[in-house]
């Protein structure tokens, strides 16, 4: 039964999995955070030194609408949510439209009494890697002609982000050095040597980690010693420096995330 709290995980939408399944409540959550702090001298007040966002949990809470005397359809039915469960991936909920998480773990109620037909279950989606909402849908600037340039991208959401870069070396001829700044935390490859019409490629996957990559070759070493760790860029209209020593087509996303 199609009901008006929805909720999927890996695409499959958990009120589809049977008619049965009632979806009492879906707690959105906000992220963990994690704050340091000391004293500060004079005998009042501290002074924080590190904050750290550590996970997010979304909990989904079910019934089964089933008599307690037909027990094997109970039981059934909690088997099919447990494997859902069990799937991990994006979730996605009708109550924070345009919006997913990557779940990395599940916490799994306890089954109690199947008996007792009015029970309620509460299912906990936890993220690790990215503990925020993150838009299903990039934003984007490209532009189809850079050698040593700004662009300018509006970033999305409530907290930091990262940017995920493309640039195609439309020159003809091998590229040796690139450099990408993107709101002041810049990354710079020496003896790259990108090749006519291969890409240099910024990204990360679902576990929040940064790859670079040349075509089919993984060029994170060529980072020179000066380089940040990653492309981040707070929320709000933010420059993209892009630097080549020949023209390359430029292309840069972010997803928003959001409490």
Same mark, same amino acid.
């Given at each position: ?94 109550? /924070? +439209? %345009?919006?997913?998480?990557? @779940?990395?773990? &599940?916490? $799994?109620?306890? *089954? ?42 509006? /970033? +999305? %959401?409530?907290?930091?982000? @990262?940017?995920? &870069?493309? $640039?195609?070396? *439309? ?89």
């Amino acid at each position: 039964m199609i009901l008006n709290r929805r909720v999927a995980l890996g695409g499959v939408q958990l009120d589809e999995i049977h008619e049965r399944i009632v979806i009492r409540n879906i707690d959105a959550g906000v992220p963990h955070e994690n704050v340091q702090a000391v004293n500060r001298m004079g005998g009042f007040g501290q002074r924080v030194t590190t904050q750290h966002w550590e996970s997010k949990d979304v909990l989904v809470s079910f019934a089964i609408d089933v008599p307690k005397y037909d027990f094997a359809a109970r039981r059934q039915i909690w088997d099919d949510v447990i494997s859902w469960a069990l799937r991990k991936g994006w979730l996605t909920c009708n109550e /924070v +439209p %345009g919006k997913r998480m990557y @779940v990395d773990k &599940v916490v $799994l109620p306890g *089954i109690g009494d199947l008996w007792e037909w009015t029970n309620e279950y509460t299912l906990t989606f936890r993220a690790y890697a990215v503990p925020f909402w993150q838009d299903e849908t990039a934003a984007q600037v490209v532009n189809n002609n850079i050698t040593s340039g700004r662009m300018w991208l509006d /970033v +999305p %959401g409530h907290f930091t982000t @990262v940017a995920d &870069v493309q $640039l195609k070396n *439309i020159s003809g001829m091998t590229i040796p050095n690139l450099s990408v700044n993107a709101g002041g935390s810049a990354i710079a490859l020496n003896g790259v040597n990108l090749t006519a019409s291969e890409t240099l490629t910024f990204s990360h996957g679902t576990d929040g980690y940064l790859r670079i990559t040349a075509g089919s070759r993984n060029v994170y070493s060529y980072r020179t010693a000066g380089s940040a760790d990653d492309l981040y860029l707070d929320p709000g209209s933010r420059a993209i420096d892009v630097s080549a020593t020949r023209a390359v087509k430029a292309t840069v996303t972010a997803f928003g995330r959001y409490a």
